[in-house]
């Protein structure tokens, strides 16, 4: 696991300067967030579903330090290249990252038998996430709001949208989480029953 480990640290660094570093930030985050979704499917691949609570939090573990570290070495390669964006880069990074700890494995556990679909069904997941944003912006700023600008990917104009996205995928993660865990501690406490 350490080289897929590695592979998924370093592959979207490159994005990062390949492409102009003043518009490079949102495909590169989302990059992450594909990548580091991959990391957990292999997780999951090489040892698959946990069966406990105590399986499950150490799974968790390795997977938040592995994807901790990801995060940090990206951010860090991100300043270093001179990314620019309106919206501070760390924070667009760690909530880029973020739904893969709780989207992933809940969907894993799904479709098991198609672990890549799970990566797809995740992100409409998050696309879903992002729509509900959009509504919003709608219901608030009227039925001229993509004239407006107040759906486009810059956070100078989209501020409500951007931030819905980010609320509703962050909770979504947790609360898929939550339900992860509680599936595998009922399911110990069945087979201890």
Known sequence: MMGMWAVAAFLPLPILVATDPANSADVSCLYLGVINAWLVTEFHRAWGLPGSATSWRAMMRVISTAISVNVALFVGFGLAAGVQTHFPFPLMAVLSALPVVGVMPWMLRRVPQHPYAAIVFSGF?????????????????????????????????????????????????????????RYCARKNHDQVA
């Open 125 to 181: 997941l998050i696309f879903a996430c992002k729509l509900a944003g959009c509504v919003v912006a709608r219901l608030v700023y009227g039925p001229d709001y993509l004239a407006q600008g107040y759906a486009a990917a810059d956070w100078r104009t989209a501020k409500l949208m951007i931030t819905l996205l980010w609320s509703f995928s962050t909770l979504l993660s947790l609360g898929l989480l939550l339900a992860e865990y």
